[in-house]
């Protein structure tokens, strides 16, 4: 049983920064692409960003590139989010994911591909 565990959620004010972590257990972490999505209230689920096995190629949405970077630590088993640059619309619930792949998903399937997923956290970017 996969489990997918978000930490690092909070309040922060805008132009502020978090990290977010997810921590990974019940299969081969190293092997799988990871990523992150996030709900804010009242909308639908957005991609935020994801990483593929091994660390080196990533992809972002077009909201938070330039401001949000996805890494990842096989030997830890987590992958992270680090948001800069924090604006009140990133206000929403933070969730971890993971892939049956490698590799990410083609953009349009980014979403619809995820075979795990956390709980969440909740970030709150306050004006």
């Known amino acids: 049983q996969v489990q997918l565990v978000e930490s690092g959620g909070g309040l922060v004010q805008a132009g502020g920064s978090l990290r977010l972590s997810c921590a990974a257990s019940?299969?081969?972490?190293?092997?799988?692409?990871m990523g992150w999505f996030r709900r804010a209230p009242g909308k639908e689920r957005e991609f935020v960003a994801a990483?593929?096995?091994?660390?080196?190629?990533?992809s972002y949405a077009d909201s938070v590139k330039g401001r949000f970077i996805i890494s990842r630590d096989n030997a830890k088993n987590t992958v992270y989010l680090q948001m800069n640059s924090l604006k009140p619309e990133d206000t929403a619930v933070y969730y971890c994911?993971?892939?049956?792949?490698?590799?990410?998903?083609?953009?349009?399937?980014?979403?619809?591909?995820?075979?795990?997923w956390g709980k969440g956290t909740l970030v709150t970017v306050s004006s």
């Open positions: 994911m993971g892939y049956s792949s490698s590799v990410a998903p083609p953009p349009h399937r980014l979403l619809d591909d995820m075979d795990y």
């Open positions: 019940g299969r081969t972490f190293s092997s799988y692409a």
């Open positions: 990483v593929n096995w091994s660390g080196s190629r990533t």
